[in-house]
């Protein structure tokens, strides 16, 4: 499988902090990249998702940031809350023939007041 | 959720039985997959499908597991003879749309005993 790297494992940030998660790739083929937030006892749910012919985009407090060159991707997280702790995958996708999708190992986001 | 189905919620099984998780999913989706997730080993990718066919099973662990889709409505994932070590949460998904937005169901958590 094509590999998706995601880092940290775990993020705890204060209450009104940004949340930075990390995501690298390495097939070019990849053409969508989605954030898929997972609360406990719950499957991931899409939360945010770009493509790669921009290199941001913003939904309220959420924000992707898309380094084609790099291969490399991230989330942020502005004025996180008590609410946002969860688990976030990045993923990618290839609708080149393949139709995967390949998901990071997760992050584990603690949002403390 | 609600667009895709999974049971049993809860299951947990004698070391050596057979266990068979299913997944319903809405129509109109294109591919269906089958992940595994666990806390050392994050979302793997078991198997997918695109049209109700298997694409690719290379993320099966072992012959133990098998899974088939005999329609657009119904998929199974079978594990025989079950082993401590499958004791996971399994999730079943779809895609749909261009966008290729994945729809989680909300999981089988397998206990192996």
């Known amino acids: 499988q094509q590999q998706v790297k995601q880092s940290p494992q775990s993020l705890i940030v204060q209450k009104g902090g940004i949340s930075i998660i990390n995501c690298a790739y390495e097939?070019?083929?990849?053409?969508?990249f989605p954030w898929y937030q997972q609360f406990p006892g719950k499957g991931p749910a899409l939360l945010i998702a770009?493509?790669?012919?921009?290199s941001e985009k913003k939904e309220g407090r959420f924000t992707i940031s898309f380094n084609k060159s790099a291969k490399q991707f991230s989330l942020h997280i502005m004025d996180s809350q008590p609410g946002d702790s969860a688990t976030y995958f990045c993923?990618?996708?290839?609708?080149?023939?393949?139709?995967?999708?390949?998901f990071g190992k997760g992050t584990k986001l603690s949002v403390i007041p | 959720d609600a667009g895709v189905i999974q049971s049993p919620r809860h299951e947990v099984t004698e070391m050596g039985q057979e266990v068979t998780l299913r997944c319903k999913p809405i129509?109109?989706?294109?591919?269906l997959f089958w992940y595994r997730q666990t806390m050392m080993r994050g979302l793997e990718l078991l198997i997918y499908?695109?049209?109700?066919?298997?694409?690719?099973d290379s993320g099966m662990p072992e012959d133990r597991f098998s899974a088939k889709m005999p329609n657009a409505s119904f998929s199974t994932l079978k594990i025989q003879p079950s082993e401590p070590r499958d004791s996971a949460v399994y999730f079943c998904?779809?895609?749909?749309?261009?966008?290729?937005?994945?729809?989680f169901g909300q999981g089988t958590r397998l206990t192996v005993v």
């Open positions: 770009i493509r790669p012919d921009v």
């Open positions: 097939n070019t083929a990849f053409d969508y």
């Open positions: 993923a990618a996708y290839s609708g080149a023939g393949s139709y995967q999708l390949t």
């Open positions: 129509s109109g989706h294109n591919s």
């Open positions: 499908f695109n049209n109700n066919v298997p694409i690719d």
């Open positions: 998904a779809i895609l749909q749309g261009a966008g290729a937005e994945a729809f």
